[in-house]
Nanobody, 127 residues
Framework: QVQLVESGGGSVQSGGSLRLSCEVSGYHYDHWHMAWFRQAPGKEREGVAGIDSAGRMKYAESVKGRFTISQDNGENMLYLTMSSLKPEDTAMYYC?????????????????????WGQGTQVTVSS
């Protein structure tokens, strides 16, 4: 049974930094893809950053240069390091994992490519 548990959210001021963590269990594929999504109140869920087993990464334009996705296979962890945070980054952030296959990079941030989701961790950025 795949389980994803996020942590590390909180409240920060504009310009601050946070690192989100996702503890992954039960997820064992030779080929895999994982990502961070976020959803603000009244808005659709959007892909923020994705990574796959080939080491390819994809970022939403709105976070390029500010967010970094990384993973630690040895500790079964996925991370999202966020810097230069803006009020518009305020959202619930979700860790997601997809079934074992290789995706075209263009689809790495599409929610329908992921079938395992965590419960989310709230990030609030004040101006």
């Amino acid at each position: 049974q795949v389980q994803l548990v996020e942590s590390g959210g909180g409240s920060v001021q504009s310009g601050g930094s946070l690192r989100l963590s996702c503890e992954v269990s039960g997820y064992h594929y030779d080929h895999w893809h994982m990502a961070w999504f976020r959803q603000a109140p009244g808005k659709e869920r959007e892909g923020v950053a994705g990574i796959d087993s080939a080491g390819r990464m994809k970022y939403a334009e709105s976070v390029k240069g500010r967010f970094t996705i990384s993973q630690d296979n040895g500790e079964n962890m996925l991370y999202l390091t966020m810097s230069s945070l803006k009020p518009e980054d305020t959202a619930m952030y979700y860790c997601a994992a997809g079934p074992g296959r290789i995706l075209p990079l263009s689809r790495l941030l599409r929610a329908n490519e992921f079938n395992y989701w965590g419960q989310g961790t709230q990030v609030t950025v004040s101006s």
